[in-house]
């Protein structure tokens, strides 16, 4: 039985009391959490620099803009088909074979609000109770709530820092048991920015094709941000293709985060399975954003390079600051735009009053006293390391690792 101590811990312990159980199993997104405590200590007019979001800080390019801008003329303002506009999911299925060497017909193709919910149509679709679900750690915040939305068991399969935070095909299967529904994964990686090389994916696809049991989400999001060549999908390995769902978007590539289009690509029966729960969930996605969307798919992905390019730079600025201060463990990310640091030589040291056990306690110290935002390791399964995004202008990247270090040299 709750103990109230006030009308208030008494009103919150009623309503909490009234929600489906469900919710208990999940939390707030950490990314999220801390992007609003961000804007809230700004309305106050706090001077906060906010690396915990991974949003590019790009705009979109302007031929997706006109591109939404046409189809607003054309009168593309009515309900869309469930899974998609034919002539996009036929551009997503022509994008799978030029840049992945995935053949996917356009029927296995849904497009959804934003790429999580991709991962969460399929998650729905595919995981059942006691139904064991492999996630590689670090992982994506989202990746643990949705599989216990699902009633899914996670198993963790933990890679360190020493091997670029991925796993082995070793790791893999020792993982596996009678109960093993599914694997997720991202590459590029959030939050560590790995990138899973060709070798690595066919070594990790020899495990999974001897369990054709076990099906795999390979999340691509971050695929036009790779700073060491050609992006390698898990979904090209023509043995493995029963068996991978391929989840993508333009949020990351084409700075389009608030278009909030996302897609996958799956077998068919899965692909069926998704539109079926995105009908009951949101019907189609966006009219115009899936028009605006399909400029992009359709585009040359060199377009996406002046971004990734900016980013690469904005990582060597940062990993040389970052090397600057002592007791930091840092490897350098090969994608997206975050470092993964290991913070863990600061644990038991204190500033006057406030002493840091965990990662969120040093988030917090440094959000108090050198007003810049970052993610606890905590959020991604690794309680020792915190996120950095350097979505960012070099400008506050600068800034930011002067906070940054000041604040951990006043610990002691």
């Known amino acids: 039985m709750h103990k109230a101590n006030t009308f208030v811990d008494l009103f919150k312990i009623m309503t909490e009391e009234k929600l489906a159980p469900r919710l208990s199993k999940i939390t707030e997104s950490q990314t999220l959490a801390m992007a609003r405590k961000s804007r809230e200590l700004q309305a106050q007019g706090k001077d906060i620099i906010s690396?915990?979001?991974g949003e590019p800080d790009f705009d979109?390019?302007?031929f997706v803009k006109d591109a939404a801008k046409a189809a607003?003329?054309?009168?593309?303002?009515?309900y869309p088909p469930v899974a998609g506009f034919q002539d996009l999911r036929e551009a997503i299925a022509a994008k799978f074979k030029r840049d992945n060497n995935i053949d996917y017909k356009p029927e296995q193709i849904v497009v959804s609000t934003g790429a999580k919910q991709a991962i969460a149509n399929a998650m729905l679709s595919l995981v059942d109770v006691g139904d064991e679900v492999i996630i590689p750690v670090p992982y994506w915040v989202s990746y643990l709530d949705l599989i216990k939305l699902a009633d899914g068991t996670p198993v963790f399969v933990h890679a360190s820092i020493d091997n670029n935070f991925k796993i082995t095909a070793q790791q893999l299967e020792a993982a596996i048991t009678p109960k093993t529904k599914l694997i997720i994964f991202s590459t590029p990686?959030?939050?560590?920015g790995s990138v899973y090389s060709y070798e690595e994916l066919k070594s990790l696809a020899a495990v999974l094709v001897k369990h054709p049991q076990i099906f795999v989400i390979s999340d691509e999001i971050y695929e036009h941000i790779n700073y060491i060549g050609k992006h390698q999908s898990i979904g090209q390995f023509e043995e493995l293709k029963?068996?991978?769902?391929?989840?993508?978007?333009?949020?990351?590539g084409f700075a389009m985060t608030g278009w909030r289009i996302g897609y996958?690509?799956?077998?068919?029966?899965?692909?069926k399975a998704c539109e079926k729960v995105q009908g009951q969930f949101t019907s189609g996605a966006c009219s115009i954003a899936q028009k605006a969307t399909l400029a992009a798919v359709l585009a040359n992905p060199t377009v996406t390079r002046n971004m990734r390019d900016g980013f690469l730079k904005r990582r060597d600025l940062m990993y040389g600051m970052l090397k600057e201060i002592p007791g930091l463990k840092v490897n350098i990310p090969e994608g997206a735009f975050y470092f993964f640091l290991d913070i863990s030589s600061y644990f038991g040291k204190r500033y006057q009053d406030t002493v840091i056990n965990t990662s969120a306690d040093l988030c917090m110290y440094i959000l108090n006293t050198?007003?810049?935002?970052l993610v606890s390791g905590d959020a991604f399964g690794v309680d020792t390391c915190l996120r950095i995004s350097y979505a960012a202008s070099e400008e506050k990247i600068i800034e930011a690792m002067k906070r940054f270090k000041l604040a951990l040299s006043r610990l002691s």
């Open 189 to 192: 990686c959030n939050p560590t």
């Open 72 to 78: 607003m003329d054309n009168n593309f303002t009515h």
């Open 264 to 271: 996958l690509g799956a077998p068919l029966w899965i692909a």
């Open 60 to 62: 979109t390019p302007d």
């Open 51 to 53: 690396l915990s979001l």
């Open 370 to 373: 050198a007003n810049l935002a």
């Open 242 to 252: 029963n068996q991978v769902i391929t989840i993508n978007g333009v949020s990351k």
